[in-house]
Each structure stands twice: as C-alpha cells, then as structure tokens.
C-alpha cells in the first residue's frame, strides 16, 4: 500500500487476515474499486475519525491553542514589522 505524505510516496505492507482480506474483495467488488483503493481510504477514515475523536476531547484552551498554531503557520515568515512600530503600538 502506498499512501502520500507532503508529497512523497511511503510504501507500508500491513499483514491482513484472510478473512477480512476476502472481505476487502467482496467490497472492493461491489463498490467497482480496487482493494488499494478500498484501503488508502479506510485508512484515510480512520485517521480522520481518531483526528476528530482526540480534538473534541481537547480543552477550549488547547483548542485556542491549536487554532493559534494554525494561524501563525499560514503566516508568512518573510513579512516583517520594523520595530519602532511594535514599541508604538505597546506604549498606547
């Protein structure tokens, strides 16, 4: 199975049972995708649904917290302010 991180391709083999394997097929069947496909996503959901089952277990202060990560990483780390105007806006 490969699955892409920031753009680069990581290969993982994950040992399945033969039963869910035949599983995996039956769906993979019915849905018209291939058992690749049917994995990539399962593993997709699983990830989200764990990101989601830690976030709602979060305090609002780390919420804050992450939602200040988030807004300081799509900052542009090039854009600056001179500092006079920094000690401009403390002295107000």
């Known amino acids: 199975m ?6 680069i391709a990581m290969k993982k083999n994950i ?3 033969d039963i869910t394997l035949k599983k995996i097929k039956l769906i993979s069947a ?3 995708m291939s058992v690749k496909a049917i994995m990539e996503k399962a593993v997709q959901v699983f990830v989200k649904s764990k ?3 830690k976030y709602s277990s979060l ?3 780390e919420k804050e917290d992450i939602g200040l990560l988030a807004l300081m ?3 542009d780390p090039e854009d600056t ?3 006079d105007e920094i000690f401009k806006i403390l002295q107000e």
Do not use: H
């Not at 490969?2 to 753009?7: G, L, P, Q, R």
């Open 2 to 7: 490969y699955i892409v991180y920031n753009k």
């Open 15 to 17: 040992d399945i049972d």
């Open 30 to 32: 019915y849905e018209n």
């Open 51 to 53: 990101e989601q089952e």
């Open 59 to 61: 305090t609002d202060e």
């Open 73 to 75: 990483q799509e900052g």
């Open 81 to 83: 302010v001179p500092e």
